[in-house]
């Protein structure tokens, strides 16, 4: 029977004091906490599976708030996002529902707002989505290529990152809708989908994430792709996942297979 493991971290990083990431796998999230080791989880290919990641604004107000909202309301709608349409529905309502625990101008989460990407796996195909600069890779044989859209401002002369975006869930004062990117991708043999937060993918460039996913599986490539970021001063929270679907015997799946992780939560 076909399989997706979800091999998955979240981790502060070196220099924030606390982490505003959160992570979603199937019905389980990760929520502004930390897991000390890269944890897998196993489902059966047939109801909708998403998993995806999550990262509160910083220098803004409740971050970690709004990064857990949007990721526990992904995770309870996740086996019903069964096309296009139904994502973009779903990461609207959470907009929404930022801007609602935001409460009024006055309040102290005022302008809290979160970044989203994922990807929900269905049979034959997958949803890749995003709202900010959170992003999602294709690893192939061929290489690694980035599926999901940065919502950030042209760079500059000489400038490979930037720490603004131009659309996120919640972020600003008043509402403002949002226009998620949403594409379907076919399902390909011997691909995997990296979906990560920016404190893997600014400090670590994209050369260095396809060494890593063409040499590791699974558990040891986000124990990797995490050493990496790290290694490169660890400047943010660091969240990541790799998506895998496979055949039962396929190899690749070495890690703690159909077992809760630690942290994680309904």
Known sequence: MPYVAVSALSHPGLLRERNEDSLVVGPWTLCA?????????????????????????GGH????????????????????????????????????????????????????????????????????????????????????????????????????????VTQCLGGSLTHRPVHPHVSTVPLTPGERYLICTDGLSDP?????????MREYDDVRAAFELWKSAIAAGGPDNITLAVVRVAEDGADGADGEGGAVPDGFGA
């Open 61 to 164: 107000p409740g971050g970690d708030v709004a990064s857990a909202l949007v990721a526990r309301r992904i995770a309870a709608v996740g086996a019903l996002l069964t096309g296009e349409d139904a994502v973009r529905d779903a990461l609207s309502a959470c907009n929404r529902a930022v801007y609602e625990a935001a409460g009024d101008p006055e309040n102290e989460l005022a302008g809290m707002g979160t970044t989203v990407a994922g990807v929900v796996v269905r049979p034959g195909s997958a949803l890749v989505f995003n709202v900010g600069d959170s992003r999602v890779y294709a690893a192939s044989p061929d290489g690694l290529r980035r599926v999901s859209v940065d919502d950030s401002p042209p760079l500059g002369p000489g400038r490979h990152i930037t720490s603004l």
């Open 33 to 57: 906490t930390v897991t000390e080791n890269p944890q897998t989880l196993v489902f059966p290919l047939g109801t909708p599976l998403v998993a995806a990641v999550t990262d509160g604004l």
């Open 204 to 212: 670590v460039p994209d050369e260095a994430l396809d060494e890593v």
